[in-house]
Nanobody, 128 residues
Framework: QVRPVESGGGLVQAGDSMRLSCAAS????????MGWFRQAPGKEREFVSG????????YYAEFVKGRFDISRDNAKNTVYLQMNTLKHEDMAVYYC?????????????????????WGQGTQVTVSS
């Protein structure tokens, strides 16, 4: 089954940094826009960041802008989410997702319904 696989989660202290990775096997995601979402207990899944096929076209939720950085290495079929100055409220399960929607708009990238491939998620725990 084709699906992204996240790694890099764990336990950190508030103010620390962490990098998540999202890799895929059996499928080349270099032609897909990719996104990171997160879901905290009792809350809905929310958009964190997205990146188009072309590096440089990146998008962020307001609550992570200036702290998180998304990037991709198409040669490695991997997307990264560098998270800096982590806060307790960043604690959640983080999901990587790929969309096959061609020419997806910036607004549409923020909608989880537009993503057809999802990873299993990786837990990020931030102690205050």
């Amino acid at each position: 089954q084709v699906r992204p696989v996240e790694s890099g989660g764990g336990l950190v202290q508030a103010g620390d940094s962490m990098r998540l990775s999202c890799a895929a096997s059996g499928y080349t995601f270099s032609n897909n826009a990719m996104g990171w979402f997160r879901q905290a207990p009792g809350k809905e899944r929310e958009f964190v960041s997205g990146i188009r096929r072309t590096p440089g076209s990146t998008y962020y939720a307001e609550f992570v802008k200036g702290r998180f950085d998304i990037s991709r290495d198409n040669a490695k079929n991997t997307v990264y989410l560098q998270m800096n100055t982590l806060k307790h409220e960043d604690m959640a399960v983080y999901y990587c997702a790929a969309t096959s929607v061609l020419g997806i708009t910036a607004q549409a990238m923020r909608d989880a319904l537009n993503y057809g491939y999802w990873g299993q998620g990786t837990q990020v725990t931030v102690s205050s």
